[in-house]
């Protein structure tokens, strides 16, 4: 006598729903990273390009016997930026104010200052030499955090 075996093969319901909710929480946790590894990525870039303004101010300043260059004088030494910071957003403030608060992804760069305390609501800036100056630019992540060099 032959008895029929029923072997079924395929997934339950339940494991269908726990394999998808577990790739669900998986893109969850990718796309609440995301923004924040962005964010990271523009800051350093603005980092970057903040050196990069800083060696061409001083490429300048080296070739032309140490005067200071206008924005116009400068933008044919700033090749190398990143798409976070355009040309037309340098700026050179020759006032020398005791804070500076830069717009988002602009920069500005000080002659004759040195960066002192940065809160979210502008850059200090303290006397320097002739020589010294300050780039200063303003960063996404930390409540819009200033990022200064002096060189």
């Known amino acids: ?9 395929g997934f339950t319901i339940i494991e269908v729903v726990l394999v998808l909710a577990i790739a669900g929480l998986i893109f969850l946790m990718v796309f609440i990273a995301l923004p924040a590894l ?3 990525q523009r800051d350093q870039a603005r980092k970057t390009d903040v ?16 005067a200071f260059p206008t ?5 044919s ?7 976070n910071t355009d040309k037309a957003t340098v700026t050179i403030n020759t006032t020398k104010p005791p804070t500076v608060s830069p717009a988002d992804a602009a920069v500005v760069i000080v002659p004759g200052m040195k ?12 006397a320097g030499t002739a020589r010294q100056f300050s780039v ?12 200064c060099q002096t060189s």
Do not use: W
């Open 71 to 75: 924005v116009t004088q400068l933008s």
């Open 115 to 126: 960066c002192g305390a940065s809160t979210n609501e502008n850059q200090a800036l303290v």
């Open 38 to 40: 962005q964010r990271n």
């Open 77 to 83: 030494y700033l090749d190398d930026l990143s798409d």
């Open 1 to 9: 006598m032959n008895v029929p075996q029923d072997n079924k093969k």
């Open 51 to 66: 050196s990069t303004i800083a060696s061409a101010v001083t490429s300048y300043t080296s070739n032309n016997r140490g």
């Open 136 to 147: 200063i630019t303003k960063l996404e992540s930390g409540n819009g955090q200033y990022f």
